[in-house]
């Protein structure tokens, strides 16, 4: 049992570059986030996805697109990379509302761009 | 949307001495506060959380506190111990801990002294 799983786990990319982050989980969670962590600043919401089919912003969506491919999948993509995006990236999962116990992170991505 | 303030940023306490860490949120229709622990590197996890409807949660050392009235909630810690250094979280949510995602404070940097 994985829980949830991100990859890359590093990665450096150039300004004006494209990657996509890919996150899964085996808990058969409904609900899928991206989060971005920069010092100072706590844990912010990028996009998330209630259930399978289904995407929303979050506070901080510019710069960013995300799929929720499946029940267990939901990737984050950076269509152009700018240097404002370094950060450490995670992916997290949960069961919904009123269930379960909260939030099961990923290990995070840690991300640079130059 | 929703708003969490989170203090102090930073919280020296000798081991075996009691810390205690705040948060306030401005949305009284939040229901649930979780408590996230992060080491340096590492996935924040869940510690400890706690629902609209309780007024306290003990969970051994750990103890959560939650005032409706005044919209805060606080974080308690007692006999410290080294490993009890790290980072800690707060969040609130209106759903419940599902599908709209947590609002999180900023953190506080819990050091135990030897």
């Known amino acids: 049992n994985a829980g949830v799983t991100q990859t890359p786990k590093f990665q450096v990319l150039k300004t004006g570059q494209s990657m996509t982050l890919q996150c899964a989980q085996d808990?058969?969670?409904?609900?899928m986030y991206w989060y971005r962590q920069d010092p100072g600043m706590g844990l912010r919401l990028i996009y998330y996805s209630a259930s399978e089919g289904t995407t929303d912003k979050g506070e901080v969506p510019n710069g960013y697109n995300v799929s929720r491919l499946n029940k267990r999948e939901f990737s984050l993509r950076l269509e152009s990379a700018a240097p404002s995006q370094t950060s450490v990236y995670f992916c997290?999962?949960?069961?919904?509302?009123?269930?379960?116990?909260?939030?099961?992170f990923g290990s995070g991505t840690r991300l640079t761009v130059v | 949307g929703e708003n969490v303030e989170q203090h102090p940023s930073t919280l020296s306490v000798q081991e075996g001495d009691s810390a205690v860490i705040k948060c306030t949120y401005s949305d009284s229709a939040s229901n649930y506060f979780p408590w996230y622990k992060q080491e340096l590197g590492k996935r924040p996890q869940l510690i400890i959380d706690i629902r609209s409807n309780v007024g306290e949660k003990k969970d051994q050392r750990i103890a959560v506190t939650l005032n409706k009235t005044a919209k805060h909630f606080s974080l308690h810690i007692t006999e410290t111990q080294p490993e009890d250094s790290a980072v800690y979280f707060c969040?609130?949510?209106?759903?419940?801990?599902?599908?709209?995602?947590?609002?999180f404070g900023k953190g506080t940097h819990l050091i135990i002294q030897p």
């Open positions: 969040a609130a949510s209106i759903t419940g801990g599902g599908a709209d995602g947590l609002t």
């Open positions: 808990m058969n969670h409904n609900s």
């Open positions: 997290a999962s949960s069961d919904g509302p009123g269930v379960g116990r909260g939030y099961t």
